[in-house]
């Protein structure tokens, strides 16, 4: 994936969250104020496998020349959690896939 970056927000408690990143090394930002409403998702949940498919298909399925995976965003959609795959190459054209959980495209 481009560039080596991650970020993830983590339920620290009912009412706190707190934001981490990466970028050769974990960077942990404060404690914020959280939606008590605000649904959660295990990411657990996805298996290396099913991962490592999916980032193969949005590759395979896009109709782009020498596509590459940009980035993965793992969010609650319309039906469940999801799993997105962006796509481009190098004249900068874009693609991306939806996936659940488990690994079924969606979208």
Known sequence: IEN???SFTRA???DRERD???RGGFDTGDLAARETNTQVIDIATVTPE???ALL???VERSALRDAYVTHVMM???RTGPEISVY???NVSEN?????TFDGRIIR
Do not use: C, S
């Open 20 to 22: 981490f990143t990466f």
């Open 50 to 52: 099913t991962y490592a």
């Open 87 to 89: 796509v481009t190459n």
């Open 56 to 58: 193969q298909q949005a």
């Open 12 to 14: 620290e408690e009912l």
């Open 75 to 77: 969010r609650t959609g």
């Open 95 to 99: 693609e991306y896939i939806v996936a």
């Open 4 to 6: 080596g970056y991650a």
